[in-house]
């Protein structure tokens, strides 16, 4: 059973830094959990699911989205089976639910899609106050 708890999100105010951090565990198709790229995603009330960054199974490439680029940082411990969202410079407009997710797909690129990843945990909320 592949299980994705998330933590670390909270109330700050603009110009404030989080940082998020989600435990991955299980085997999924009975691989360890560090063989795949992990992603973040954020929803907004009255808002779809979207792609904050990405991040592959050995940490060699990252992609962000361009909404939080340059304040946003992915990465991982693979030793831990952890993966991490540092977030700096935060904004009212970065209040959101933010989820962490699992992908096994093949493809070289990192998937920006929620359909691309099979797995997720059950989210932590982030409040930026003006």
């Known amino acids: 059973q592949v299980q994705l708890v998330e933590s670390g999100g909270g109330l700050v105010q603009a110009g404030d830094s989080l940082r998020l951090s989600c435990a991955a565990s299980?085997?999924?198709?009975?691989?360890?959990?560090?063989?795949?790229?992990m992603g973040w995603f954020r929803q907004a009330p009255g808002k779809e699911r979207e792609f904050v960054a990405g991040i592959t199974w050995d940490g060699g490439r990252t992609h962000t989205a361009d909404a939080v680029k340059g304040r946003f940082t992915i990465s991982r411990d693979n030793t831990k089976s952890m993966v991490y969202l540092q977030m700096n410079s935060l904004k009212p407009e970065d209040t959101a639910v933010y989820y962490c997710?699992?992908?096994?797909?093949?493809?070289?690129?990192?998937?920006?899609?929620?359909?691309?990843?099979?797995?997720w945990g059950q989210g932590t909320q982030v409040t930026v106050s003006s």
């Open positions: 997710a699992l992908s096994s797909s093949l493809i070289v690129a990192i998937p920006i899609y929620a359909n691309e990843y099979e797995y």
């Open positions: 299980g085997r999924p198709s009975g691989r360890p959990v560090s063989s795949y790229t």
